[in-house]
């Protein structure tokens, strides 16, 4: 069982240029999230699915979009990037439905830079 | 806002006892969750806390005081393998995590 499996591991982008980092689970979880880890600050929400279909929005959604067309992937959008989008990318993922007590499990990460 | 405090660095010695601090202000709270995050590598689960009290697990335990918004990460008998660093996060009343900055622990031999 892999369990979250996230590409690229890391990517150097063009500021401008449109990027697709991409999440997979292999652990029929319902819920699913995509953080930012940044030096010095704690890890910041960008956007998540309680389940399959729906989407909301976290702390930092701006620049970002996400889909959720079934359990297992969770791709995560940048439509145009820029140099402050430069950071390390977690996609994770709960057995509930993002209530109660769940516990989130991590994926690798993705380090991404912005040039 | 909604706050997590920690502090940025610690450092300890093999074999010792070492206690990490988490001190919140968040809107609501749904659960304290601590997490270790090894140096490149992603955040893995250590512990999970809603109501008053000690839960031990193991070499590690965690406590929480929702009166005073206080939690703690006691480790036991260090390992070279525990120097990473530990993240303190708290479901607000959204259910969605607020994750402190973590602490980065490092074990001298």
């Known amino acids: 069982i892999a369990g979250i499996t996230q590409a690229p591991t890391s990517q150097i982008l063009a500021a401008g240029r449109r990027m697709t980092l991409r999440c997979t689970q292999d652990?029929?979880?319902?819920?699913m999230y995509w953080y930012r880890q940044d030096l010095g600050l704690g890890l910041r929400l960008i956007h998540y699915?309680?389940?399959?279909?729906?989407?909301g929005k976290g702390e930092v959604p701006d620049g970002y979009s996400v889909s959720r067309a079934n359990t297992d992937d969770f791709p995560l959008t940048l439509a145009s990037a820029v140099p402050s989008q430069t950071s390390v990318y977690f996609c994770?993922?709960?057995?509930?439905?993002?209530?109660?007590?769940?516990?989130?499990?991590f994926g690798p990460g993705t380090r991404l830079t912005v040039l | 806002g909604q706050n997590i405090d920690q502090p940025t660095e610690m450092t300890a010695t093999e074999g010792a006892i070492v206690q990490i601090n988490c001190t919140y202000q968040?809107?609501?709270?749904?659960?304290l969750f601590w997490y270790q995050q090894h140096a490149g590598e992603a955040p893995t689960f250590l512990s999970y806390?809603?109501l008053d009290g000690l839960e031990e697990k193991g070499r590690f335990s965690s406590f929480l005081s929702r009166s005073k918004g206080y939690s703690y990460l006691l480790l036991k008998e260090l390992q070279m393998k525990d120097s990473a660093s530990y993240l303190c996060?708290?479901?607000?009343?959204?259910?969605?995590?607020?994750w402190g900055a973590g602490t980065k622990l490092i074990i001298k031999p």
């Open positions: 994770a993922s709960s057995d509930g439905n993002g209530r109660g007590t769940d516990t989130q499990y």
């Open positions: 652990m029929r979880h319902n819920a």
């Open positions: 699915s309680n389940t399959a279909g729906t989407t």
């Open positions: 968040t809107s609501g709270f749904n659960g």
């Open positions: 806390n809603v």
């Open positions: 996060a708290v479901k607000d009343s959204n259910y969605q995590l607020i």
